[in-house]
């Protein structure tokens, strides 16, 4: 199953509203959990099941979204929210992430 | 508190093998799907191998597949990475990652461990 998120890169200010979409190539119902990784961190798992918010994650972070498209949204970017950020599907193996989208300060 | 520690990363050269472990410590290891998830200088994540809890099941993405063997000791709490036929495609940080029970979610990450293949 191919992944494909949108944009590869964005930029944003503090406080902006931020959108992030994932596209796969068939129905992988709700199993999709999104990922946000700094430079030379491991990444850190911010959704799962399409809306469900990981213990600890800030709630200005939201998911959405089933079978082949789904969002992630960001509520009034904060600093510590520069950051590439992945989606992940887990309907079947191989589990396989998208590319990737950088969000940027503009 | 979760800690996983990867382990045995290098500089091998093509063709050559590997083997990478990881230390887990924390939580209940045997109740818990593992997987080995890499990324590519300057790209993003590939997830190449999972194994169930209990070992009996193992998964590949079709990259590694006959290449990459994953299994674990559940009485060592420990993760492992068989890497043969090693190319410059296989250059890499590999992450140890713990699922969110038997799911592919991934909720636990180690640091990392680089693998360099190169002549």
């Known amino acids: 199953i191919q992944m494909t998120q949108s944009p590869s890169t964005l930029s944003a200010s503090v406080g902006d509203r931020v959108t992030i979409t994932c596209r796969a190539s068939?129905?992988?119902?709700?199993?999709l959990a999104w990922y946000q990784q700094k430079p030379g961190k491991a990444p850190k798992v911010l959704i799962y099941?399409?809306?469900s918010l990981e213990s600890g994650v800030p709630s200005r972070f939201s998911g959405s979204g089933s079978g082949t498209e789904f969002t992630l949204t960001i509520s009034g970017l904060q600093p510590d929210d520069f950051a590439t950020y992945y989606c992940?599907?887990?309907?079947?193996?191989?589990?396989?992430f998208g590319q990737g989208t950088k969000v940027e300060i503009k | 508190e979760v800690q996983l520690l990867e382990s045995g990363g290098s500089l091998v050269q093509p063709g050559g093998s590997l083997r990478l472990s990881c230390a887990a410590s924390?939580?209940?290891?045997?109740?818990?799907?593992m997987s080995w998830v890499r990324q590519a200088p300057g790209k993003g994540l590939e997830w190449v191998a999972g194994?169930?809890?209990?070992?009996?099941?193992?998964f590949y993405a079709d990259s590694v597949q006959g290449r990459l063997t994953i299994s674990r000791d559940n009485s060592k709490n420990t993760l492992f990475l068989q890497m043969s036929s090693l190319s410059a495609e296989d250059t890499a940080v590999y992450y140890c990652?713990?699922?969110?029970?038997?799911?592919?979610?991934?909720?636990?990450w180690g640091q990392g461990t680089p693998v360099t293949v190169s002549s």
């Open positions: 990652a713990k699922g969110k029970g038997q799911q592919v979610v991934l909720d636990s």
């Open positions: 924390g939580f209940i290891f045997r109740n818990y799907a």
């Open positions: 194994i169930s809890g209990s070992g009996a099941g193992t």
């Open positions: 068939q129905s992988i119902n709700n199993w």
């Open positions: 099941k399409a809306s």
């Open positions: 992940q599907q887990y309907n079947d193996y191989p589990s396989t």
